[in-house]
């Protein structure tokens, strides 16, 4: 990246150009506005996110310090943020036991929910193993007519394995659900409902298995360690790329030149700010937005920080509030494509307009966070 910056600073500032134009041809204010229309989000979402986040980075600065000092080091450089915490655990789970753990992890959601789950997941949704030619990583798919199909490459000796099961589950539970609920116009929900089912799951996966394991202290500080990973690199990491998206963006819109510099100086600046003096900055980290695919994709790295948020306080009030609650996320998962997304979070009891459920989720975060740091 470092050899080829020009080049790949050159497109990612004419890929900003390109939707400039888009925006103005289609008399939006704003590139954002231009990207936000479709799923009649307002821009006040995006603004409490990044504020929000902003606001509330202490958690996420304990964390990198807890972890500089659980390796052992003087100092924590942003790949060291990849070795894990906790090594070595012993995990082996077949695909048949994994999906009794699933079914098992979503029983909140009642019977009805974990019935169609399981026979799904032992039926014909599930393409499970690696085989010779096939495609790596795992997705669910299908369409009106068909099952919500799923791919996957399931490993019974990795833990990850299982919450990816379970994820994709999410999707495809939620596909379930909204073609059998909705007419085929309105049946293909947007992105941004679409990650709210998929770390519901995984949210209560997390919970379920921290039960499951209370008494093996490895197992538990890894599954602790996970969620808190997952929680920084989708919220705090992707609401980062999301004020980046709109910096540069501004600054295409006011005709300023947007070059290598330009940007180099304002990631730089971006890094500085949600990773404090809890991380050495290497010079060639400032290059990094160079190779981030999402920037193509204007203003869409949002939605990962506001599904985890969304996900995180709807499953907490699932578990908390039963009966109630309960249905209502079933209903969430019904509407399908029915109404626009933050009127179908809004029925199942979240409201994405406030910086409340935001908030809810960095307290999440922070409450994971203390709760490694006792186990230490």
């Not at 958690?59 to 450089?77: D, M, Q, S, T």
């Not at 036991?97 to 079914?103: L, N, R, S, Y």
């Not at 789950?117 to 009106?144: F, H, I, P, T």
């Not at 910096?247 to 949600?274: C, G, R, S």
Request: glycine share 4%; charged share 25%; net charge negative.
């Amino acid at each position: 990246y470092q050899d080829h910056k020009h080049t790949l600073a050159a497109t990612l500032s004419n890929s900003i150009k390109k939707d400039f134009f888009y925006s103005r041809v289609r008399n939006f204010n704003d590139c954002r506005m231009s990207a936000l229309f479709s799923d009649n989000i307002p821009e006040t979402v995006y603004d409490n996110l990044i504020e929000s986040v902003k606001k509330n980075l202490g958690p996420l600065f304990k964390y990198l310090n807890f972890r500089k000092k659980a390796l052992g080091i003087k100092e924590l450089h942003f790949y060291d943020t990849y070795v894990p915490i906790i090594t070595d655990v012993n995990f082996h789970m077949p695909y048949e036991e994994a999906v009794d753990v699933v079914v098992s992890a979503m029983a909140s959601l009642g019977d009805e929910y974990c019935r169609v789950l399981a026979e799904g997941l032992l039926g014909g949704w599930v393409d499970r193993y690696e085989n010779r030619g096939k495609r790596s990583g795992a997705y669910s798919s299908g369409c009106y007519d068909s099952p919500p199909y799923i791919l996957l490459n399931y490993d019974e000796h990795n833990l990850n394995s299982l919450y990816t099961l379970i994820h994709e589950a999410g999707h495809s539970m939620h596909s379930y659900y909204s073609r059998k609920y909705q007419p085929y116009v309105d049946h293909d929900y947007t992105i941004f409902a679409a990650e709210v089912a998929s770390t519901f799951n995984e949210d209560l996966l997390s919970r379920y298995l921290l039960k499951v394991y209370k008494d093996n202290p490895k197992m538990k500080a890894y599954i602790l360690t996970r969620e808190i990973d997952n929680i920084r690199a989708t919220l705090f990491r992707q609401t980062m790329f999301a004020e980046f998206e709109q910096i540069t963006h501004a600054i295409v819109e006011a005709h300023d030149p947007l070059t290598l510099e330009v940007m180099t100086e304002k990631y730089h600046k971006l890094l500085q700010t949600y990773f404090g003096d809890s991380l050495v900055l290497d010079p060639v980290l400032s290059l990094e937005y160079l190779r981030i695919p999402h920037f193509y994709s204007a203003f869409y790295v949002y939605k990962y920080a506001t599904g985890v948020s969304a996900a995180i306080a709807l499953a907490d009030k699932v578990v908390k509030e039963g009966e109630a609650a309960r249905q209502a996320y079933l209903d969430f998962l019904k509407l399908g494509g029915s109404k626009f997304p933050l009127d179908e979070l809004l029925d199942a009891g979240i409201d994405m307009r406030s910086p409340e459920t935001i908030e809810r989720a960095v307290a999440h975060f922070g409450d994971l966070v203390d709760r490694l740091i006792e186990m230490q």
